[in-house]
């Protein structure tokens, strides 16, 4: 079984509308969790941080579901620049801290 | 924030040549980065833990023989692909934890392409 898994999508969207992404993992022990926004052709960039409690940032929203193991971002009012493919990430702590990332869901918004 | 910076950003080889990837940390130290490999449509597989002074950690299924890894300083690694085939054909990135960030949270160097002919 995956680390992390993610719906590979696409999501194709109309501007200005919520769309939303989850993502689950498989170590009930892992302790950091994240989004990253990854362009094509480039590397990941850190979209924000996931916190148990739920953390809004602008349009975007994290949540962590310890119980279900899962997380989930949500983008309200879409913009043509949020197409991207987005990464969850989940640190298992301990020792080096490894990241294990899903395989990304694609986000299309259209005008 | 952070920035990570590898070279070279494109390399093009010939079968059976070896290829150097720098990853440098430019303005805090590192004393661990992480090698990743990401095929197209795919995701960023992480190949390799890169400890400063001391050997490299793999993943299962990742050679250490082909994949070479130097961690000589706390703002450089290098990950050396030996004797590269086309099917080590990948994007390669490196990442960087900042020691005054949150714990977890990495940042990426902007990528190598290797394509290998």
């Known amino acids: 079984r995956k680390e992390v898994e993610q719906d590979p999508g696409p999501f194709n969207v109309p501007e200005g509308a919520t769309v939303a992404f989850n993502c689950t993992y498989s170590?009930?022990?892992?302790?950091?969790f994240f989004w990253y926004r990854q362009d094509c052709r480039k590397e990941p960039k850190l979209l924000m941080s996931v916190y148990s409690s739920g953390n809004e940032d602008g349009r975007f929203t994290a949540q962590l579901n310890r119980a279900s193991q899962y997380i989930s971002l949500l983008i309200r009012d879409s913009k043509l620049s949020d197409s991207a493919t987005y990464l969850c990430?989940?640190?298992?702590?301990?020792?080096?801290?490894?990241?294990?990332f899903g395989s990304g869901t694609k986000l299309n918004v259209k005008p | 924030g952070a920035v990570v910076s590898q070279h070279p950003s494109w390399v093009i080889c010939k079968s059976g040549t070896s290829v150097k990837i720098e990853c440098r940390s430019l303005d805090f130290q590192a004393t661990t980065m992480f090698w990743y490999r990401q095929f197209p449509k795919q995701s960023l597989m992480l190949m390799a833990t890169?400890?400063?002074?001391?050997?490299?950690?793999?993943e299962q299924g990742v050679e250490k023989d082909k994949f070479l890894i130097n961690h000589a300083s706390l703002t450089l690694s290098t990950l050396t692909v030996t004797s590269a085939h086309p099917e080590d054909s990948s994007f390669y990135i490196c990442?960087?934890?900042?020691?005054?960030?949150?714990?977890?949270?990495?940042?990426f160097g902007p990528g190598t392409r290797l394509l290998v002919l």
């Open positions: 170590n009930s022990a892992s302790q950091s």
């Open positions: 890169s400890n400063e002074g001391s050997k490299a950690t793999y």
């Open positions: 990442s960087a934890g900042r020691p005054s960030g949150r714990v977890g949270t990495q940042y």
């Open positions: 990430a989940v640190n298992k702590g301990g020792n080096f801290n490894k990241f294990y």
